[in-house]
């Protein structure tokens, strides 16, 4: 009952607060919205007994990356972007695609959840000290990728300087 | 207990909604934050399978996902304050000096 | 309404400590304020606040009164919203992060399995309420001060965190309870095994709760006030509230990673058993000075005050006394765990703000550029290193049969060694950065 409450709860606040991101005028505003989805996604995480990928999300999305996103708009904020138009041009072909697009999923979920096993989970208890399993798998069968991804940060942190220099 | 299809529903419905503010806005930093969405709702979908299979390497490519996000936001921050620098402006359709 | 009675019945130790922290956090804040401004008071040779009750014992709860009906200012200009929801980010931020915290053994709220974990990631939220609050004042005090904060913060906390990962490899848990059990196992605490990780954390700490000498998005003498500049009454109070909360928090981070949290000093020496009385000792200590006092007191309500927080600081004494004098075996000396866990614990976060507080009034502020520059070309690359020679002391402790007492001094040495080597470069850029001036 209480797992109910909380997941729809969550799950009604992420989807809430992504439709305010897009829609909202001032970005400040979707900065804010953001957040809110990113800690209800971090909420379900936890739901799903994923507690180690509830902190990073917390720490690095909701801390980190967000941090970025509103320190980098309030550098650049410009008044002037509240009153223009929002929407692009093709607004209303690009809304009837990405519509059509979320119907066909729709309908995949919809009738391949028959198909798949998509119904019991596994019991809780198989993932428990999430800290722990989530740092053997990634040290040992996903080693190489690890390091990918740390070389991957590198790059984008070198690309990031290099973008903000003042003079090229 | 809530069925997996659940979960997948919702981040449909997180993944439509980013793909929405992508093609239709016209600020660069909202299509950036829309696409940030879209990474956010595949992670649900990786950490429901996660769960239902019992296994934790769902719970990996999620790390794998947000390390990404990460770069990406950096990067593509880093291209908008350029950007901004050269153009004083946030508009994406204003982005066209590659455009002939 | 049975499943609400079945969560209260089982989770009913955890909401009365919740509630406890709640309550009680304000109160501790303002004495820790009062506490500063009598060691400020004291490092410049003055006596501080003396009017509201007994040396200024009173005064917190004046100036809290004086906060509450103060009138509440909301610029017209502000984005009202997120004006008005900000501050409570920044406080709820800092209550949460208390809720992993183990203040004694019998003490704590949750025992996670992330504990260390959600402590700093929560705590780190709340640097949203700080920019929010500076954004939406529409000031350009608020906004500078606003993004400072967020550029120290997001500097000093990859610091703090790397000189954190230094102390999880030694515990090899990030439960808050089982990181002091290691320290018992160990016999040591992790600031002797580790004391340029626990040097980089106390560094990164006063800058990520904002203290001088590192205050510089609240700078009063460049920035009015910073964040908080368009800031008046009740929501004035809670950034407060926030602020000296973080303080409590990095102070028990600390305690709990370095200073082995609840434990007595010599925990595991029988020959040290003595050091059981020391709580009660002191607190006599402190009570016979308040009736020393006492009657000096110019005024007799104040002197009747003062006899009665005596008369409090002794019953403490003797609650602390009680579990040892009882005997053995007994229900009241099984209560010795909690209560000298709680006592040592508190001390020990005490000793640590006081450090802040000595640190305050010692250093001059820095200047902005200094500041990033000790962070990212100073204390980052020295924590990584940190964590660099705590791993290789492990190893050669478990691999390859070193005992502690070799493999960790000599992984300081090497780490101090390039402390010198970064510190030396340091000198030598700032040198050649005065003669070719700033850039811009």
Known sequence: MLDQIVFYFFAALAVISAVLVVTRRNIVQSAIFLITALLATA???????????????????????????????????????????????????????????????????AVGRSGLPLGEPAPATMLEPSTELVGKVLFSEYMLPFEIASILLLVAMIGAVVMAKKKV | MIPTSHYLFLSLGLFTVGVIGVVTRRNVIIILMSIELMLNAVNINLVAFSRLV??????????????????????????????????????????????? | MHSLIDFLLTYWVQLVCAVIIVAVL?????????????????????????????HGLLQPIADALKLLIKEDIIPDEADKAIFWVAPLISVTA?????????IGPWFQIADLNIGLLFIVGISALGIFGIVLGGWSSNSHYSLLGALRSAAQLVSYETAAGMAIVGALMLAGTLSTREIIATQNDYGVWFV??????????VVASIAETNRAPFDLP????????????????????????AEYTNMVVVASIATTLFLGGWLRPFAGTRAFNFLDFLPSVLLLGVAG???????????????????????????????????LLAPAGSFVASMKAGLHGAFW????????????????????????????????????????????????ALVLHRHFGWSHWTAFPLTTILTLAVAGLLAAAGEKQEKTHAIVGEEA
């Open chain 1, 43 to 109: 909420g379900i995480f936890l739901q799903l007994h994923a507690e180690f990928l509830f902190i990073v999300q917390v720490i690095l999305y909701a801390g980190g990356i967000m941090v970025l996103f509103v320190f980098v708009i309030m550098l650049i904020n410009l008044d002037v972007s509240l009153h223009q138009v929002q929407f692009n041009r093709q607004w209303w072909l690009g809304l009837v695609l990405a519509l059509a697009l979320g119907a066909q999923l729709t309908v995949a979920i």
């Open chain 3, 289 to 323: 000075y308040c009736f020393y006092r006492a009657p000096k007191q110019p005024v007799k309500i104040q002197k009747m005050v003062l006899a009665a927080v005596g008369a409090m600081i002794i019953l403490v004494a003797l609650i602390l006394a009680a579990p």
């Open chain 3, 94 to 102: 800092g209550m949460l992060a208390m809720s992993t915290l183990a």
């Open chain 3, 192 to 201: 002797f095994a580790a004391p340029v990780g626990f040097f980089i954390y």
């Open chain 3, 345 to 392: 614990f508190l001390l020990k976060v005490g000793l640590y703000i006081y450090l802040f507080m000595w640190l305050r009034f010692t250093f001059p502020r820095y200047r902005f550029d200094q500041l990033m520059r000790l962070g990212w070309q100073f204390l980052i690359p020295l924590s990584i290193v940190n964590v660099m020679g705590i791993g290789v």
């Open chain 3, 218 to 241: 609240e700078a009063e003498s460049e920035l009015v006030a910073g964040y908080m500049t368009e800031y008046s009454g009740f929501r004035w109070a809670l950034y407060f509230l």
């Open chain 2, 54 to 100: 019992g296994s934790a390497e769902g719970h990996v490519f999620a790390i794998f996902i947000i390390t990404d996000a990460a770069a990406e936001a950096a990067v593509g921050l880093g291209i908008i304050i350029a950007f901004f620098r050269n153009r004083e402006t946030l508009l994406g359709d204003e982005m066209d000096l590659l455009k002939w």
């Open chain 3, 26 to 54: 304000p109160l501790v804040a303002g004495y820790i304020v009062l506490m500063e401004r009598k060691v400020m008071a004291d490092m410049q040779a003055r006596l501080g606040p003396m009017r509201v009750g007994p």
